[in-house]
């Protein structure tokens, strides 16, 4: 096994185990936690795939500007009464953990037994796909028209919410 391979399963490890704690804790703001380190271990696993645009988008658009909007649900809602939320371990959690158990020890095995059959090797152009110069030159030559539609979509989307908005303070 090479460093490359050693690395992914170190980040899918850190991805899946995060991505666990995000369901499992009782605290919404927790999860919100996890669910930040989740998005920043996808997107160092898109570092090492060269693609650094998209992981920049990852952290900027997942990690900050999403996970606010999440905060801000979380916060408004009353969860004063969190022993509300709690339940108990009935056979339904039961057989779920036991059904998890199974289907990663089945994975684990399927991962292992296909480690020699991965691929060692990148495309030949996987360095350049996803750089910023590369993403900018088809989204401003190739998909230019749609870029634009999308722009003047969101600028009426905004001048929409403003004259809601307006209407409801006067």
Known sequence: MNIDTIVFFILAGA???SAILVVSRRSP???VVFLIANFVVLAIVYLTL???FIAVIQVIVYAGAIM?????VIMLLNLAKEEQLKEELNYR???GIGLVIVLLVQLGIGLFMSVGELPNKLAPNAEKLGTVESIGKILFTQYLLPFEITSILLLVGLIGAIVLAKKRVE
């Open 15 to 17: 991805a899946v185990l």
């Open 29 to 31: 703001i927790m999860s």
């Open 50 to 52: 060269y693609a650094q």
């Open 68 to 72: 606010v909007l999440f905060l801000f």
């Open 93 to 95: 959690k039961r057989v």
